[in-house]
């Protein structure tokens, strides 16, 4: 058995769906929801899930009726529900955060609804920790075009975001990725954190994969930690590298996604190129995946933060035959019990 008791583990349903349509079907959010109930390491298991508001999983506008089902569906598998992400994109409903017009308001009808959602799963018992993920619906040459002026509109956009947030008893986390304009490097996105200046309602959604390529410059090379052709073979730079990005975007995190990472980027489907997520025993991952976790976890003493009552593993864009795999979602929750015995805490 784990010798910590949190954070609690769970486990993203959104790689069913992100990526997927083109050229493999979505995988079900029972399918999904099977697959990590099953999943066993020395008598462990995950303790939830975290979700994607959207279909085929669940409906951003759902009815009484379908979040009620949903609640019973995951709390009879004898999981919680945790963080989830807000669909803020315009082709599934959203806007831009940098439109001051119809994209804006469809951004935070978006929010809106996604708090809804998440606080009736509260009220149902079935949620107990977690946040509301958010990015900026933006590309990054859109952005580029006006970097200082277009940050401003999103960060408007961001506050009203956050009055909505705090009218339920939410929190918004900012998605670290590098393919949302004003959030594609470490000191964009603390520019744009800092514009919105909600500290406790507006924070920083960290995932392993995505932020180690705010290392490497793509999408920003002026912010590049690591030099041009960096070859891996120093790892003592690379600690170096994270340890300036974690200790600017740590205090504001509030979220945090464990994975894996080769060093380079992906696209698949819709989603925009981002960090190309790894299994967690890849062996050319370059990530030490509970080392770098606690860069994060962590104080700079070495202490938890504790700002974080769950963690979860990010698998975007695996093909289906990895996913329907439940050797897959075995080693995903191994790697996840490592993190939490070596920087977790008892409650």
Known sequence: MGTQTYPKLHNAM???LVGKGDEEPPISLDRMLDLTQAAEVDGVKFDGVDLFLADPHTPIDAD???????ADNVGGRGLKIGSAVAPVWPPVGGGSAMDEGEGRQAFLNAVRQSCRIMGRLRDLGVRDSGVIRVDTATDVASWAEDPAGNTAKMAET???ACDIAADHGEKLAAEGEICWGGMHSWK????????VDRPGTFGFQADLAHTMLYALGYNAPEHRLLPEGYDWKDPAELDVALKTITDALRPWTIDFHVAQNDGTVH?????????RHCLATDPNGRLDIVKHAGFWLNNADGTPTEAMQHICWDGCMFPNA?????QTWNDILAAMIAVRNTHGWQA
């Open 14 to 16: 959104w790689p069913g």
């Open 64 to 70: 009484e009726d379908t979040i009620k089902a949903l």
């Open 158 to 160: 961001m506050r009203q």
């Open 188 to 195: 964009h996105m603390l520019d744009l954190l800092e514009a």
């Open 267 to 275: 696209g698949s489907g819709s989603h925009d190129k981002t960090g």
């Open 322 to 326: 990895v996913l329907e795999d439940q």
